[in-house]
């Protein structure tokens, strides 16, 4: 789950898609598949837009502007 407690889920029905799902139900599509789903993940962190948080051991979308 994330901070605002929405967790990731495999739709096996429609072609193992990822969505969000929140207690208000299932939220908009993150990948059309699990590997695309991983793959989009990837390329956003080697995209050097995120930071690791030493003090909390995650990893969030950086605030500083790209030089």
């Given at each position: ?17 990822v ?49």
């Amino acid at each position: 789950a994330d901070v605002d407690g929405a967790l990731l889920v495999i739709d096996t029905k429609h072609g193992n898609a990822v969505h969000e799902l929140s207690s208000e139900g299932l939220g908009r599509q993150l990948g059309p598949s699990l590997t695309a789903f991983f793959e989009t993940y990837r390329n956003e962190l080697l995209s050097g837009n995120y930071d690791f948080v030493q003090d909390v051991g995650l990893v969030e979308r950086s605030q500083k502007p790209r030089k």
